[in-house]
């Protein structure tokens, strides 16, 4: 279905909220075994990763990515034991709207994200409002088939792995799970990273920390050391290093040029 058939579709819908719920692959509630719904499915991978045969094809899934089964398609997750998996799961109820293939989506911006915990939140109310769970869900529809037109046309190469830094930057980092992320080579997501950001990732990632750790210098009590380990840092002096190529300026000298003012 085009576009803005769909979009026509889902605004005079009214979709129902079939099953809402979070939970991980330890939980009963996941299916291991070939099976299909009579509603569209939605997952929004919250950790770990996956992959799963849907109708034929294989689709790998990462953190942060959202998939769509389609309505009646069988499919047939595995896991993947090193990386257990955390998801918001939906299916929602909506009969008019035909979704002919499987959907995989790289977060951006935390759209998706958000989209999904609004439905969620409001579907496990005690008390729904019914006309704000039809608007989420209509929402979360709409920014789903939004997202794949645009990921088809390409704009979105590393959106996934620039909010997966922006998240954990205060934490070790690799290349190599960065690239597992867009399901890349580590050489080719250098050279698209520096394409993209004008840096490379370890400098992308060290510019964040400072301008994390400007702010602990400006509001907080702790000390330069301290604010190295608190952004990301292994060592005080590699921070005293980067901050002054960074900003001019040493840790101490930007501390006390502030409370002088």
């Known amino acids: 279905m085009e576009l803005k058939k769909a979009y026509e579709v889902i605004r005079g819908s009214k979709p129902k909220l079939r099953f809402c719920e979070w939970f991980d ?3 009963s509630m996941w299916n291991f075994e070939l099976h299909s719904h009579p509603y569209h499915e939605l997952i929004y991978y919250m950790d770990g990763k996956g992959n799963a045969d849907v109708s034929g094809t294989n689709l790998k899934f990462s953190l942060y990515d959202t998939t769509v089964y389609p309505a009646h398609q069988q499919h ?3 896991r993947i034991p090193e990386r257990p998996r955390e998801i918001i799961c939906l299916w929602i109820d909506i009969p008019e709207l ?6 995989r989506l790289h977060e951006r911006d935390s759209i998706l994200g958000n989209a999904f915990r609004l439905v969620y939140q409001e579907g496990k109310r005690d008390k729904q409002d019914p006309l704000l769970l039809e608007y989420a869900m209509k929402a979360l529809m709409l920014v789903v088939l939004r997202e794949e037109k645009e990921s088809v046309e390409g704009s979105r190469m590393l959106d996934c792995v620039i909010e997966y830094i922006k998240n954990h930057y205060a934490e070790k980092i690799s290349l190599d799970e960065l690239a597992e992320l867009e399901h890349i080579s580590k050489s080719y997501l250098s050279r698209k990273f520096k394409e993209r ?3 490379s990732v370890i400098s992308y990632i060290n510019r964040l920390r400072i301008e994390r750790s400007r702010q602990f210098l400006m509001m907080s009590g702790l000390s330069i050391d301290e604010i190295a380990y608190q952004v990301g840092f292994d060592s005080p002096k590699y921070f005293h290093r980067v901050f002054k190529e960074i900003t001019g300026e040493s840790p ?6 502030f409370k002088s003012l």
């Open 25 to 27: 692959e330890n939980s």
């Open 76 to 78: 047939l997750d595995k």
């Open 98 to 103: 035909e979704i002919e293939e499987p959907i």
């Open 197 to 199: 950001t004008g840096l």
């Open 252 to 257: 101490a000298g930007f501390r006390r040029q």
